[in-house]
């Protein structure tokens, strides 16, 4: 999910009670007001969502945004450790907003999320050019740490925390289309995939109140958005408590919760985890209309000694008998996975059983990586990166042409069907068609019928599909 996204707004977008707000504590905050701010967010959509809380946090000090980094006083890159090519991706970029201060001298530059948090105040070092470090915990102290930065002085804070969610900031939704928004429901995780850098980049685990996360998705429905998807690292193992120990609330409970918010506002969530997602969350899935019949379940490997290698803490059989479940109480679920291939020792065979569960399970969609070897992680400490990069890239190519094979065989099932689509907004090739998504979060494209607009529900019937994209007519 390796996504970009640069990020614009002004304070028309919002209202007017926070643009006051936003004046008063100019004031206290320093020299702020009016200075611009762009962000630009790698990564996952957890990242996405975070860069939504830090612009909260940046105009209450009274900046105003824009999507031109080129005007910026201020420019944030939220970054991605995830894998060594994103971190690559980040500092090219770094470079190009370098050559900003040789025009701006106070522009202030600032790295914050999952990079800044592995590298800490080496990366002021490494890169001169950056005055900011920010992790992904400290988001409340920009305040602090851009007077730092505007007094000369490098700013750090990378302190990671055993209790923020942010619960109490109102995120600024950037780049909206104003129908979907993300909603973050946890932050860390405790799972400690050997592969991956997350755990040391984000910390321990924790759930955010779930009222909050209830008070959040009833305003989002009453600002008219039509869609919202509850964000987590492994959202299954959600568990929040009132202090008195009055009140506990698990996943699926949380979601009936959010699902019962606005019976039109359709419900999404990712990322599950093979282990521990429940019969009750299935079923919670399929009492309520509003809750998307799609679930992300990354597999990594069909390969049980490899799972086992890779700390997944379920192999081949308990993936099956998770999917088994699904088909079993959800038989229109879509499922989507991410594959690693190539992972330390991994043999051609075990190759072969990422090939053959992928066929198997028969994924609505895939992300397909290679191994990447990330510094600090289990694997990089304990086991050789010792498959070949061209035999990588060849199993690569393999995985993608088995998922191409999978996704299309599951769009001509959609075919002479009717679906009940979403409309996102037009299509890209074409202002005569709308583009929208079903259930199953395939997109659509249909017709424009001008009874109808972006954010409205309409009933298509698919007539075709091409490989990724089914298409048809809205039926009365
Ligand atoms: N190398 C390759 N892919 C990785 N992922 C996580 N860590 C690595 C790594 N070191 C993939 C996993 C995970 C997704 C978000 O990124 O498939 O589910
Ligand atoms: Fe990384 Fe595993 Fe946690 Fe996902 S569940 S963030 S892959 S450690």
Redesign the pocket.
Known sequence: ?EELLKTGITLKDHDESRQGEALMLDGKQGNTKGRKLYIESYG?AMNFSDSEIVASVMIDMGFETTANYKEADVIFINTCS??ENAEQRVRNRLREFGAIKKTKKDAVIGVLGCMAERLKAKFLEEEKLVDLVVGPDAYRDLPSLINQADEGAKAVNVLLSREETYADISPIRLNSNGISAFISIMRGCDNM?S????PFTRGRERSRDAHSIVQEAKELSQAGYREVTLLGQNVDSYKWASEDGSQSVNFAQLLAMVAEVDPQMRVRFS?SHPKDITDEVLHTMAKYHNICKYIHL?V?SGNSRILEKMNRTYDREWYLERVDAIRGILPNCAIST???VGFCSETEEEHHDTLSIMKLVGYDFA?M??????PG?LAAKRFEDDVPEEVKSRRLDEVIAQQQASAHQQLQKQIGKVQEVLIDGYSKKSKHDFSGRNDQNATVIFPVDERFQPGNYVKVLAESCTKATLIGKIID
């Open positions: 999910m996952c995830i894998r995939c592969f991956c850098v997350v990322t990354p990594q991410d594959v690693i992300y990586f290679k191994y990447s070897e990330r992680t």
